[in-house]
């Protein structure tokens, strides 16, 4: 039992995989996707592109789905850069000598990161000041800006607040309040609103 603007999205996300080589089985699939590439993608594997045929990357195979980057400041720095672009307009464009192709791009972007290069607890590290900026400096401002939510690291023995199932109920029926919202209007998400509609 699907509804239309989720078969709508499937279809979509179908042609995508179909065009990049890399179908998701026989069957129509309408989970959404959820793509998680190594920390040393580059920007041509992440945002697409290539030679001689372009060919759509990491987002836009997690196109109406959600793309995961863990070890951010570990991506190469090129590739987040890349990024920048496809998270303002929900699409990749790709110019070549012969001409210019776009591909999809509107996915959830969620990531994760150590606050060292090493990785380990506060009191395991021994990183020391200059290595922890340079490490964060890695992460340049224009691209985090365009985090709509960033969440510190919860310590060993910190209250880690609701389960994860009870969050999905709650985020479930978000997103069925947000379809029966704008079910009659040209939308499909509440990020895709234009200002003058919120």
């Known amino acids: 039992d699907v509804c239309s603007s989720d078969l709508d999205e499937a279809l979509e996300v179908a042609k995508i995989h179909s065009a990049a080589a890399t179908a998701r089985g026989g069957r129509l699939v309408t989970v959404p996707p959820f793509r998680a590439p190594h920390h040393g993608a580059s920007a041509v594997a992440l945002v697409g592109g290539g030679a001689p045929r372009p060919r759509p990357g990491e987002i836009s195979l997690a196109h109406r789905g959600a793309l995961f980057l863990d070890e951010l400041p570990e991506f190469p720095a090129p590739a ?63 691209l985090l800006d365009r985090f709509d939510l960033r969440v510190p690291i919860v310590r060993a023995g910190e209250s880690r607040g609701e389960s994860s199932a009870e969050i999905r109920t709650r985020v479930a029926a978000a997103v069925e309040r947000q379809r029966s919202r704008l079910r009659d209007t040209p939308w499909r998400r509440n990020a895709h609103l234009p200002a003058g509609e919120i």
Do not use: H
Request: charged fraction near 25%; charge should be positive; include cysteine.
């Open 80 to 142: 987040l850069e890349a990024l920048r672009q496809p998270l303002e307009e929900r699409v990749v464009r790709v110019s070549r000598a012969g001409g210019s192709m776009t591909f999809p791009a509107d996915f959830v972007l969620i990531a994760c990161a150590n606050p060292c290069p090493c990785g380990r607890a506060a009191e395991a590290c021994r990183c020391g000041d200059l290595q922890r900026a340079r490490y964060a400096r890695r992460l340049s401002a224009p």
